[in-house]
């Protein structure tokens, strides 16, 4: 940790402390508040690692010297599995120490022993400021793991507001620490210019003379076989209306927005950003451009911005395709008091008033997808056309595997790649819920360079053959080591 962060930290663990003796005195038998908020920190560190489906070595590093643990790659994969940070109830269910903080929040004994003036916002603060530390430290952190962070912050604030509605407020003291949640006087005068967009924009730079490249480009994707399929009969039917309005006949209505179920790594994404683009040189969308978001796009944390943030992501979506990533999350977590439904009456109310010029793409997994689109009525008249996406195969994996190594200059050996498609069939045989599918074979190139690099100064071996050039060796690191 940083210095800022460990002092944080301590601050919340001496709180802890003093809760312990409090209850020594008070109560025959009680947990540990202090190991309890180490155990909480640690489940939290924990969600955000999986967030990408990958643990890596730095991240396991980072939680064992902060937080006192012993963690191998193998077990915190399967304590993670076997917890319930892998359920989609995670993040309903604040973390246990939470309760106390909030408790003793009043006690005039802990705040006189406490430099910190609101033990409530100390708590939020010391998940925040580890979060971000963590996130800081890792060498390959993802967007995926920065939105989690986002989630389960509005999760603890939620919690917080609850029980200082039902318990009082106390008076407010000059704050000590760098932290200061918005009062609703504050967030009454928010302006719209004042909510950061937390999302990403990509493409609107073809033109209706490149459909053909756009076609060219479905087809060069690895698999998908029955998504592109899905595609080109979507293209040739609206190319079929097109050509009936030009004849003065009637055409029939088309759904635009579509819901996309898959696991990770399947290609959602990347045939999203094409969609808007071939619907573009159709005619159909004016810009062409895609508007990525999740959950943290589109939900705020205080009562009057979320609209207003679900209005802004549709204004620039407007004219190419808005993509909401994990979309069931609006549904998960609306039931526990936050604004995820106020997000979806927002987007339906979007959708219908800019029904010419915009299209939306919901993706996620299947089961929980379904969910989603039964929670408005809305939501079940406007996405009318699902397309599955397929997990890849290990014929899939493989050709993705070698996409990405002649992207960077790499080639694997013959017996490497022998040994690599034995393994990917084992891997894709034992897969899970959270199979990554391409997104791993990345997260596996990545491995595979750096356990290169360690053989390669090792055996002082520098040719530009043996530095492009891929061996078994370099591979094993991936499948025994409990990353894969």
């Known amino acids: 940790m940083d210095f800022e962060t460990q002092t944080i930290y301590s601050s919340a663990m001496e709180i802890a402390d003093k809760i312990d003796m409090h209850l020594m005195r008070t109560t025959e038998h009680h947990e540990s508040i202090k190991e309890m908020l180490r155990m909480d920190l640690r489940n939290f560190l924990i969600f955000l690692t999986i967030a990408d489906h990958v643990i890596a070595k730095d991240e396991i590093k980072y939680i064992n010297k902060s937080l006192g643990y012993n963690f191998d790659a193998s077990t915190m994969k399967d304590y993670a599995m076997k917890s319930a940070m892998v359920r989609d109830d995670f993040l309903n269910s604040p973390p246990s120490s939470m309760k106390y903080f909030l408790e003793y929040s009043k006690d ?17 603060l ?42 009082g407020e106390r008076p407010s003291r000059p704050d000590s620490i760098p932290f200061k949640l918005r009062s609703k006087e504050d967030t009454a005068i928010k302006q719209e210019s004042d909510i950061p967009f937390i999302g990403t924009v990509s493409g609107g730079d073809k033109t209706r003379e490149d459909l053909d490249s756009l076609l060219a480009e479905l087809d060069g994707l690895i698999g998908l076989a029955s998504v592109k399929e899905e595609v080109k009969n979507l293209i040739n039917l609206l190319k079929v209306i097109e050509i009936r309005r030009s004849h003065g006949l009637k055409a029939p209505s088309v759904t635009k927005h579509f819901v996309f179920t898959g696991n990770p790594g399947t290609g959602k994404t990347t045939v999203a950003r094409l969609l808007s683009q071939i619907y573009c040189a159709l005619g159909i969308l004016s810009q062409g451009h895609m508007v990525e978001v999740d959950r943290s796009g589109l939900v705020a944390g205080y009562m009057g911005q979320t609209a207003i ?33 106020e997000a979806i009456d927002t987007l339906v109310k979007g959708m219908e008033d800019n029904r010419d010029d915009l299209i939306v793409i919901v993706a996620g997994y299947p089961k929980e997808m379904e969910n989603f689109i039964n929670a408005n009525p809305g939501l079940k008249s406007r996405f009318q056309k699902t397309i599955h996406f397929p997990d890849y ?13 002649k992207e960077n200059d790499y080639t694997l050996s013959s017996e490497a790649s022998v040994y690599l498609k034995e393994q990917l069939e084992i891997y894709v045989a034992n897969a899970t819920k959270y199979f990554g599918n391409a997104r791993d074979m990345r997260n596996f ?40």
Request: hydrophobic letters at 40%; aromatic letters at 12%.
């Open 126 to 167: 010391v998940f925040q400021a580890i979060g971000e530390d963590f996130l800081s430290s890792c060498k390959h952190m993802d967007v995926a793991e920065v939105n989690q962070l986002t989630r389960y912050r509005f999760m603890l604030e939620s919690n917080i507001r609850s029980y200082s509605k039902s318990g």
């Open 393 to 405: 195969s290990a014929d899939d994996l493989y050709m993705v595997f070698l996409s990405f190594c």
């Open 108 to 124: 005039e004994f802990i705040l006189h022993e406490s430099k910190y003036y609101d033990l409530k916002k100390l708590y939020l």
């Open 309 to 341: 943030k679900v209005s802004e992501v549709i204004e620039r979506a407007k004219g190419g395709v808005l993509f909401i990533d994990e979309a069931y999350s609006l549904v998960s977590e609306g039931q526990n008091g936050d604004f995820g439904q």
């Open 445 to 484: 190139l990545d491995m595979a360079i750096s356990a290169q690099a360690n053989r390669l100064l090792s055996e002082n071996v520098t040719s530009p053959e043996a530095l492009m050039t891929l061996t078994p060796a370099d591979l094993k690191g991936i499948f025994t080591s409990g990353q894969a």
